[in-house]
């Protein structure tokens, strides 16, 4: 060999460890790319399950008419709160509202809507325990906004009974 020429001599164990490190990069991206993915697909979920909630709902204001309210004219559901956050839906006509959680389908109770109800206007009621409150029997026009207690995520769910 001459002075000018340079040898380069790569050992198996050299190759292993760079066949090591190209695989782990590999892996790392892989990961970063399922990260990502299931990012995208949580935020498009919550996304539809938004886009549902405004399609079945009507705007309304509420009785200080700074806030927008959901007047109930068909089935709909909440999205899933967190501990602390609330949601608010107004119940215009008479009937029997079934409510329930959907991903704690054991969770339920009633609202039942009639002229002479003795609770009106704007009421709170809590999720707390893996439960809504008692059934209740309110005014039309009455305002009900549930705040989730617990730490685990449960949405109102509503259907309007026969």
Same mark, same amino acid.
């Given at each position: $060999?001459?002075?000018?020429?340079?040898?380069?001599?790569?050992? /198996?164990?050299?190759?292993?460890?760079?066949?090591?490190?190209?695989?782990?990069?590999?892996?790392?991206?892989?990961?970063?790319? $399922?990260d990502?993915?299931? /990012?995208?697909?949580?935020?498009?979920? @919550?996304? @539809?399950?938004? +886009?549902?909630?405004?399609?079945?709902?009507? @705007?309304?204001?509420? =009785?200080?008419?700074?806030?927008?309210?959901?007047?109930v004219?068909?089935? &709909?559901a909440?999205?899933?709160? /967190?501990?602390?956050?609330?949601?608010?839906?107004t119940?215009? @006509? =008479?009937?029997?509202?079934?409510?329930?959680?959907?991903?704690?389908?054991? +969770?339920? +109770?009633?609202?039942?809507?009639?002229?002479?109800?003795?609770?009106?206007?704007? *009421?709170?009621?809590? *999720? =707390?325990?893996?439960?809504?409150s008692?059934? *209740?029997?309110?005014?039309?026009?009455? &305002?009900?906004?549930?705040?989730?207690?617990?730490?685990?995520?449960?949405?109102?769910? *509503?259907?309007?009974?026969?």
């Amino acid at each position: $060999m001459s002075d000018g020429d340079t040898e380069t001599t790569e050992t /198996a164990e050299d190759t292993v460890t760079n066949e090591e490190e190209a695989t782990e990069e590999t892996e790392t991206e892989h990961e970063q790319e $399922m990260d990502h993915e299931e /990012a995208t697909e949580e935020t498009e979920e @919550d996304s @539809d399950q938004e +886009m549902n909630q405004e399609e079945t709902t009507e @705007d309304t204001e509420s =009785a200080n008419g700074t806030e927008e309210e959901n007047v109930v004219t068909e089935d &709909v559901a909440s999205p899933l709160l /967190a501990q602390g956050e609330t949601t608010t839906f107004t119940f215009q @006509d =008479a009937g029997v509202y079934n409510i329930h959680c959907d991903p704690h389908p054991v +969770m339920k +109770m009633t609202v039942t809507v009639e002229e002479g109800a003795e609770i009106e206007g704007n *009421i709170e009621l809590d *999720i =707390a325990d893996y439960e809504f409150s008692e059934d *209740i029997s309110v005014a039309p026009g009455t &305002v009900i906004t549930w705040t989730n207690q617990d730490s685990a995520r449960h949405n109102v769910a *509503i259907e309007i009974g026969q």
